[in-house]
């Protein structure tokens, strides 16, 4: 857990020094680590993961970009591909090497502002960041597509925060099956990984019973 602590901090030394260097104007923050660091996720996220509304020159923007981030870290990783742009960092401060993720795809999407912070670093970072009933429908769409605990936990999360579930009855059976294809492993090792032995204790005792109780409201309409 304590790597996890400190990689956090390296999360956030990454998001200022992209602020200072002009590149999170072009950017909107989404994913695990934006709800953890903008509003509280209790599980930890490893990667920056950004989307865009507008295009972007993006071999310019890459070129600068790569050339702005060797000015403090080694690139372990570095690609421009069609899809995305992806850059891995590692610092002589830092266990774990950090992954940058941007998505070239524009999307029409609300944003919203928020800081993002730690109570493990002095660090505050004020940016735009994926509307959290946007996040609930990446969320399911991520869970349906890669059958990861992590997406499941973070749909539960944001239930919590009042963002519906979103999609038809047909989504809401997948998303029903795909979460009785969660075994003991997957709450114990790699979700169990990534909490702190409160968190991890219920999740290993009621699973995900917010999201079966909504799933049954919603298919009972």
């Known amino acids: 857990m304590r790597d996890l602590i400190k990689h956090e901090q ?3 030394e990454v998001l200022e020094r992209l602020q ?3 590149f999170l104007s072009d950017l909107i ?3 695990g680590t934006m709800l953890r660091l903008c509003h ?3 599980r930890y996220s490893v990667d920056l993961d950004f989307w865009v509304t507008k295009d972007i020159d993006w071999k310019k923007f890459y070129v600068r970009l790569e050339k702005y981030l060797l000015q403090y870290y080694k690139l372990k990783d570095s690609a421009n591909k069609r899809f995305t742009i992806l850059f891995e960092l590692k610092s002589t401060q830092y266990q774990r090497a950090l992954k940058i993720e941007i998505r070239k795809e ?4 609300k944003t919203e502002s928020a800081i993002a912070y730690s109570p493990n670093s002095t660090v505050q970072v004020l940016m735009r960041t994926v509307a959290l009933d946007e996040m609930m429908k990446s969320k399911i769409e991520a869970f349906l597509s890669r059958r990861e605990i992590r997406d499941a936990y973070d749909i539960e999360f944001l239930l919590k925060k009042g963002i ?3 999609g038809g009855k047909e989504v809401m059976k997948k998303l029903q099956a795909g979460l009785e294809r ?8 790699k979700l169990g ?5 409160v968190e991890r204790k219920y999740y290993l005792e009621e699973g995900f019973k917010i999201i079966r109780a909504r799933l049954g409201e919603k298919l009972n309409e």
Request: charged share 25%.
């Open 10 to 12: 390296f999360e956030l």
């Open 20 to 22: 200072s260097g002009r």
């Open 29 to 31: 923050f989404g994913g």
């Open 40 to 42: 509280g996720l209790a």
């Open 106 to 109: 524009t999307k029409k999407i």
């Open 164 to 166: 519906s579930l979103s």
């Open 182 to 189: 969660l075994g003991k492993k997957d709450f114990s090792v």
């Open 193 to 197: 990984a990534l909490l702190d032995a």
